[in-house]
Structure formats: C-alpha cells, structure tokens
C-alpha cells in the first residue's frame, strides 16, 4: 500500500495567521482526500484533490479557507487561512491505493490555535 | 447521499467476551463497506473490507444489504483490540470516490 509522510506533525499557531500542511506520497495517486477530524468527532472531508484541476471542496469548506495545491501525481498542500481557534483539529489526508484495497492516510497535522 | 451510522459511541467488554460494533448505512447504489481502526496514538489504519471478506486480527464483518448494516465482529476480544473503530462507506467512482465516516466507536476491553 501507499506510504505517506505528512508534515508537520503539530503544530501551535496565533490566530489570524496561516499554516500550510504537506502530504507526500510514494506512489502515484490519482486522487488525493483531505480531512478534518475536530476534537472527540469523527472525520469530515474537507476537499478531494486532483492532479491538474481545481480541488472538489465539500459543502461547508470554501477555498479562500483551505486553498489545496495539487503539483504533481505524489504531493499535495492544504492551507488552514486566516485561523481562528476553531480551526484547532487533526488535518488529515488519504490516498486510494492502487494494489492493496482500501484507503490510507496519514499520521495527520494536530493543529492548536491560540 | 451517503450516511454512515455508528450507534454506540463507547463500548465496553470483558476480555474473551464477544464483541459486535454496530454500523449501517445509507447509500442509493453499491456502497463498499470498509472498517478503520485507530489505536492510541497511532494513525487510522485499514481493518477490513467487505469486498475482501477476509478475517483480520480475528474481527470478521459482513454486508446485509437488506438490513444496510456492516457489524464487525469478534468472538473473544482482547485487551490490545481496544480503540476506536470507524466505519466508512465510499460510492465509488460515481461519488468521487470520497469516503463517508460514522461516528465511531470507543472499544474498551478490560482484563
């Protein structure tokens, strides 16, 4: 299955400011997920992201909030914009494998905002 | 639309008890079924999936169609089963193949 190393890891971040999240892939993906999983919720996808086209963002998430870059077939960015500490949760992302079935994601981006 | 429905939120057994985490599911076409399992500080990793109906870790589920449920199931749970268990449907392709979460489940197995 496919291997993904995210960065960073966690962070804390003042409000109003911006942080970028970077999942790297090791295989080529077609499609590329981002989630959110807020704190004691499940996971909620924010935008699905393919290579050269504009991210599909889910009802409620707009892309001024979460702008999403997509260069190439292994690497994706999802921007948390002008945060508020509502913002504060895990940000995750997930591919699709194309051997073994199923999903995989990553370790996720624990986000705090103060 | 596509729903996932987890009921119990927490659940908790005696080590070598039976346990059966509950899901069902809304979902108009051929959903695939897969079940996610997230132990303490570790990332969400796959557990089954309906299609390869496979037996992993001992946990087994199958697909009611006519109920819209995906139960997993283990005959004697053991300590080290114990964390949080997601359920997820995708729709394929025809959904763009995102992948809808329940709630999930807090599996606790005491000794």
């Known amino acids: 299955s496919a291997v993904i190393s995210q960065k960073p890891s966690r962070d804390i971040c003042q409000r109003g400011t911006s942080l970028t999240i970077q999942c790297q892939v090791d295989?080529?993906?077609?499609?590329m997920f981002w989630y959110r999983q807020q704190p004691g919720q499940s996971l909620t996808l924010i935008a699905t992201?393919?290579?050269?086209?504009?991210?599909?963002?889910e009802s409620g998430f707009v892309i001024d909030k979460f702008p999403i870059s997509r260069p190439n077939l292994t690497f994706s960015t999802l921007t948390v914009s002008n945060m508020s500490p509502e913002d504060s949760s895990i940000y995750l992302c997930?591919?699709?494998?194309?051997?073994?079935?199923?999903?995989?994601f990553g370790s996720g981006t624990r986000l705090t905002v103060v | 639309a596509q729903r996932v429905t987890q009921p119990e939120k927490l659940l908790s057994v005696f080590k070598g008890a039976p346990v059966e985490l509950k899901c069902n599911y809304s979902?108009?076409?051929?959903?695939?079924l897969f079940w996610y399992v997230q132990y303490s500080r570790q990332r969400l990793q796959l557990l089954l999936r309906?299609?390869s109906r496979e037996s992993i870790k001992g946990f087994t589920a199958d697909l009611n169609k006519g109920e819209t449920s995906f139960h997993l199931k283990k005959p004697f749970a053991q300590e080290e089963d114990s964390a949080m268990y997601y359920c997820?449907?995708?729709?394929?392709?025809?959904?763009?193949?995102?992948?809808?979460f329940g709630e999930g489940t807090q599996l606790t197995v005491n000794p």
């Open positions: 997930s591919v699709r494998g194309q051997g073994r079935p199923g999903y995989t």
């Open positions: 295989s080529q993906v077609t499609m």
């Open positions: 992201a393919n290579q050269g086209s504009e991210a599909t963002y």
């Open positions: 979902y108009s076409g051929s959903p695939e």
């Open positions: 309906h299609i």
């Open positions: 997820a449907l995708s729709g394929g392709e025809t959904s763009g193949s995102r992948l809808t």
